[in-house]
């Protein structure tokens, strides 16, 4: 088999594992185990799962100064990671929709190049505009009129700003040339100790909770990042950056995919059209022709988001 088309079909499994992560989500017995308290866990999971996959591909030891940036870029976007997986927990937990919820955090593909040029000052592709348009009259549909925006929507939509902001803040610290995989381990490690921090002072964590819900933590610790982050670094090895960033990208179809077959979602015809429209903005915000991308558009599918 030829070697980009390998690493396309190992980037869609990943796009399918992130996809049916929101579904995941949708499954969580809240009464059970509090959002922060789910969070806190499937991250600290999450960042046991990439030790195997760190000792695969990184057997180098950093020296001491390149494990100080590892450790103080990885709290900083660790923090944006807890907040952006926060809000987009706590909007999953209103509305128990995985396809709308997939669709609206996919919008932080479109985000990143306008947050990148109003604090970094960097240029926008024309693209970036028309994806931009696209993806409001979608959100439009989806929402039935931006007026009808519903709460649990709205929490998704500024866990999507997160996202991207999340983005830009790897993007930055990527070029300073530290490991990308030892990074993101320490992010997660982060991200999960806020939310045990803020489920100690708001929510009861049980045993009992924990098992009810065994099989969305698992899903997300393990397969959500472990799995899907091992075949994003082995499928992006072969696959051109910006095509890697497309085949990604189809998560939130694959969230909508999932929320149909497992938890039986339906949707009016406009909202179909609307979450067309969305993915249309999204493929055509990757999409930069042959001029010199923006790196943090580029990189906005080269990290591991974590549904």
Known sequence: MNKQIKSIFILLLTAIIWGFAFVAQCSVENDALGNFSFN?????????????????????????????????????????????????MEGISINHNAGKA???????????????????????????WIAAVV???????????????????AVVLAGSVFWAAH?????????????PLKFSFTQFVVCGI???????FSETITL????????????????????????????????????????LSTECVFS??????????????EGYVGCAMIFAGIILSQI????????ASERSADTCKCS
């Open 40 to 88: 806190g866990i499937r991250f600290l999971l999450g960042s046991v799962s990439l030790i195997p996959v760190i000792l695969l591909f990184e057997k180098e030891k950093p020296d001491k100064k390149k494990v100080t940036k590892i450790l103080w870029t990885g709290a900083v976007t660790g923090t944006a990671l807890f907040i952006a997986s926060a809000l987009q």
């Open 102 to 128: 997939g669709f609206i955090t996919g919008l932080y593909t479109v985000l990143v190049p306008f947050l990148g040029c109003i604090f970094l000052k960097r240029k926008t592709h024309a693209n970036t």
């Open 135 to 153: 993806s409001a009259c979608g959100l439009y549909l989806l929402s039935g009129g931006f007026d009808k925006i519903d709460f649990g929507d």
């Open 167 to 179: 983005i830009l803040l790897i993007d930055t610290f990527m070029e300073s040339g530290i490991s």
């Open 194 to 200: 806020w939310n045990l921090i803020f489920a100690a």
């Open 208 to 247: 009992q909770g924990v098992s009810v819900n065994i099989l969305p933590i698992l899903y997300t610790g393990i397969m959500s990042t472990g799995v899907a982050y091992t075949c994003q670094v082995i499928g992006q090895k072969g696959a051109d950056p910006n095509l890697s960033a497309i085949v």
């Open 256 to 269: 909508a995919i999932g929320g149909a077959l497992i938890l039986h979602e339906v949707m009016k015809p």
């Open 288 to 295: 930069k022709g042959k001029e010199k991308k923006d790196s």
